[in-house]
């Protein structure tokens, strides 16, 4: 069955947080290198996404236990897989392998898992952050005009790490985490022109992130401009994840509901962080937040953010399965 049939009968889970399953390791620089890499002149520890060739058994077994508390989706572990971001340990030459090497990892779970239980089949989304510079901002207070990187510079960066994802195998591409439109808008471009180039098609959804009360992404949008602005692609879902907790994302996702012709996602941070960067949001409060939004149609597909755990996915899971999913109008269909 195609995920637009699925996503028409039941609310769809996304796993939760990577970062905070692979913190649980307590890794050192060692976890992050192998024969080619025992002589690379820069610290590699904390660049997650290469552990999906360093530490593959423990990618897998991430991805295992969102599936087994009831994830139909998970996501690839390349957050920051672009050569953008990868610079920062002079490992742009990597970026295509980091890439493929993760999807067929997520594959191989996905398609043991779809294996034993063929009635919820389970799904691979290639992550896509938003990379470490923003096209329409400047980051130098002083010079307002400045830009540490270009449109075009964007566009070859992402269709580097898209090829790798489409490559590997992945059933659909999510930019997620968007700050900046126009870095969501040369990511879309990319891949856009990437399927004309390759033939290979798959369904993109996009999740921006609300920065503070003002309901704005951080490069200005309300949540309606956001939409309007990504809304000439024909997107699978559009969403909002990170940043607030699920309480706070309610009035942005209701904006959502009312005006999107696509399906709609969100995938919040377990609450805000404490004063040590912790999150204290339990599994069971989450879910209850999350609740209030399926109560009201709000949403097709939902999971965990920063701090959230399958513990948390499971309680999520649980309350999902409850409701039904938003359904899409004539009018937006």
Same mark, same amino acid.
């Given at each position: 069955m195609k995920l637009q049939d699925i996503l028409k009968q039941r609310i769809l889970v996304l796993d939760g947080?990577?970062?905070t399953m692979i913190q649980r390791h307590k890794l050192t620089e060692e976890d992050f290198r192998?024969?080619?890499?025992?002589?690379?002149p820069h610290p590699l520890k904390g660049n997650n996404d290469l552990l999906s060739i360093t530490r593959p058994d423990i990618i897998k077994d991430i991805h295992?236990?969102?599936? /087994?508390? %009831?994830?139909?989706?998970?996501e690839t572990n390349t957050f920051g897989s672009?050569?953008?971001?990868?610079?920062d340990y002079h490992l742009e030459s990597w970026v295509y392998q980091i890439n493929f090497q993760a999807t067929r990892l997520a594959k191989e779970v996905a398609e043991e898992f779809t294996k034993k239980e063929p009635h919820k089949p389970r799904f691979v989304a290639g992550s896509m952050g938003p990379t470490t510079k923003l096209a329409s901002m400047s980051p130098d207070v002083n010079n307002p005009g400045y830009r540490a990187i270009s449109f075009d510079q964007l566009v070859v960066a992402f269709k580097e790490q898209a090829k790798g994802l489409l490559d590997g195998g992945v059933d659909m591409l999510l930019l997620e985490t968007i700050t900046d439109t126009l870095n969501a808008k040369a990511a879309l471009f990319a891949i856009e022109e990437l399927f004309e180039e390759t033939g290979k098609q798959v369904?993109?959804?996009?999740?921006?992130?609300?920065?503070? /009360?003002? %309901?704005?992404?951080?490069?200005?949008?309300?949540?309606?401009?956001?939409?309007?602005?990504v809304s000439h692609v024909p997107l699978l879902s559009i969403g909002l994840n990170?940043?607030?907790g699920a309480a706070a994302l309610r009035p942005y996702l209701q904006v959502l509901n009312e005006k999107a012709?696509?399906?709609?996602?969100a995938h919040p941070n377990a609450g805000l962080p404490n004063e040590f960067g912790q999150y204290d949001q339990t599994p069971d409060q989450m879910a209850a937040e999350i609740e209030e939004f399926l109560k009201e149609g709000l949403i097709n597909i939902i999971g965990g953010c920063c701090g959230s755990t399958p513990e948390h996915i499971s309680k999520i899971a649980a309350v999902a399965k409850k409701y039904q999913p938003r359904q899409l109008t004539v009018e937006h269909a």
């Open positions: 947080a990577m970062g192998n024969e080619q890499l025992k002589d690379h295992r236990q969102y599936f /087994a508390a %009831g994830a139909d989706i998970a672009t050569s953008i971001a990868q610079a369904p993109i959804l996009v999740s921006g992130t609300i920065t503070d /009360a003002s %309901g704005r992404i951080l490069s200005g949008q309300t949540t309606e401009a956001f939409l309007i602005s990170c940043a607030l012709p696509f399906f709609v996602s």
